[in-house]
């Protein structure tokens, strides 16, 4: 696994709002619910997101904005409109506003319409630690111009969302992943993106592959001179190209990564015992793991599960 697989896992979407409005102008639709993620895109026509912070976003055919919550916006047809906002979020889709909510959780934020513009936006749930590494290397909001790898996505997505067919949820929330997934990584690698220091670090051939081995197996015993010689370089050259790309020592990225995997543990697996965990993310004394996760996090593992799953 990589890091950023392995960062995506927890990012999956399970029964997800997806909203998909064909508007004619003017219009105002106010995303209110500040979802942890939300993926916006524009499948056919033009309009403006705006951000509850920040400057005004010209969308166009196929572009893709994803939004970090608490963060809310609004997509209006112009900066200018005169149109009344209408609130979108969980239970948006009554009669009155032109939709109906059945058993997929399908969200249509606007009455009927012809032409205009079309909007498919995804709701993304997100949990857990590990996620939340990601979602911290991700700005407030993320806006991708058409013309990508997603663009091929974005049609089977809005194909499926014009439908109701059984089975119907399981393919939206899995090109929902897709989506998201190649929205994130053409962000991370365009020349104006600024992309974690380990996506860069990941395609150099000796720290890309101390990475792939930290991340297969995080509880082994390792040690700077094991890890390099999995690889087949000297412990120093690994040490000090890793600590240059990365930003940090091999071991001392380890123990956050290991700190990471225990607080999801602790608080997804509440039978496990916290020695139990301990030996999952590889210290065979409880005491000695206690010890840095409160160095790590400020609270011993016990205080953390239990202010985490009141």
Same mark, same amino acid.
């Given at each position: 696994?990589?890091?950023? &697989?392995?960062?995506?896992?927890?990012?999956?979407? /399970?029964?997800?709002?997806?909203?998909?409005?064909?508007?004619?102008?003017?219009?105002?639709?106010?995303f209110?619910?500040?979802?942890?993620?939300?993926?916006?895109?524009?499948?056919?026509?033009?309009?403006?997101?705006?951000?509850? /912070?920040?400057?005004?976003?010209?969308?166009r055919?196929?572009?893709?904005?994803?939004?970090?919550?608490?963060?809310?916006?609004?997509?209006?047809?112009?900066?200018d409109?005169?149109?009344?906002?209408?609130?979108?979020?969980?239970?948006?889709?009554?009669?009155?506003?032109g939709?109906?909510?059945?058993r997929?959780?399908?969200?249509?934020?606007?009455?009927?319409?012809?032409?205009?513009?079309?909007?498919?936006?995804?709701?993304?749930?997100?949990?857990?630690?590990?996620?939340?590494?990601?979602?911290?290397?991700?700005?407030?909001?993320?806006?991708?111009p058409?013309?990508?790898?997603?663009?091929?996505?974005?049609? /089977?997505?809005?194909?499926?969302a014009?439908?109701d067919?059984?089975g119907?949820?399981?393919?939206?929330?899995r090109?929902?992943?897709?989506?998201?997934?190649?929205?994130?990584?053409?962000w991370?690698?365009?020349?104006?993106?600024?992309?974690?220091?380990?996506w860069?670090?990941?395609?150099?051939?000796?720290?890309?592959?101390?990475?792939?081995?930290?991340?297969?197996d995080p509880?082994?015993?390792?040690?700077?001179?094991s890890?390099?010689?999995?690889? &087949?370089?000297?412990?120093?050259?690994?040490?000090?190209?890793?600590?240059?790309?990365?930003?940090?020592?091999?071991?001392?990225?380890?123990?956050?990564?290991?700190?990471?995997?225990?607080?999801?543990?602790?608080?997804?697996?509440?039978?496990?015992?916290?020695?139990?965990?301990?030996?999952?993310?590889?210290?065979?004394?409880?005491?000695?793991?206690?010890?840095?996760?409160?160095?790590?996090?400020?609270?011993?593992?016990?205080?953390?599960?239990?202010?985490?799953?009141a």
């Amino acid at each position: 696994m990589d890091v950023f &697989g392995d960062l995506c896992r927890g990012v999956r979407a /399970h029964g997800s709002l997806f909203g998909s409005s064909q508007l004619t102008a003017p219009w105002a639709l106010r995303f209110i619910d500040g979802a942890p993620l939300t993926l916006c895109a524009v499948v056919g026509g033009q309009g403006w997101l705006l951000p509850q /912070h920040g400057e005004p976003i010209r969308m166009r055919d196929r572009d893709t904005v994803v939004v970090k919550g608490p963060e809310t916006f609004t997509f209006v047809d112009d900066v200018d409109t005169n149109a009344e906002p209408v609130d979108c979020g969980e239970f948006c889709a009554v009669p009155e506003l032109g939709g109906t909510r059945h058993r997929l959780g399908w969200s249509d934020c606007a009455g009927p319409a012809s032409g205009g513009t079309t909007l498919v936006v995804g709701a993304y749930p997100v949990r857990g630690e590990i996620s939340r590494r990601l979602l911290d290397t991700l700005p407030a909001v993320l806006h991708l111009p058409g013309g990508d790898t997603g663009d091929a996505v974005l049609d /089977h997505l809005a194909a499926e969302a014009a439908l109701d067919v059984p089975g119907q949820q399981v393919v939206l929330d899995r090109l929902l992943d897709w989506m998201l997934v190649c929205t994130l990584r053409t962000w991370f690698d365009r020349p104006d993106g600024r992309p974690p220091a380990w996506w860069s670090a990941q395609r150099d051939p000796v720290v890309g592959d101390a990475l792939r081995f930290l991340h297969a197996d995080p509880a082994a015993p390792w040690t700077v001179s094991s890890l390099a010689a999995e690889i &087949g370089v000297s412990r120093s050259t690994l040490a000090k190209r890793f600590s240059e790309l990365v930003g940090e020592p091999p071991l001392t990225y380890l123990t956050g990564w290991r700190m990471t995997l225990a607080m999801d543990l602790l608080i997804e697996q509440q039978e496990a015992t916290v020695r139990e965990v301990a030996r999952a993310v590889g210290y065979s004394d409880p005491f000695t793991f206690s010890a840095a996760f409160k160095r790590y996090r400020g609270v011993n593992p016990s205080e953390f599960r239990r202010i985490n799953t009141a």
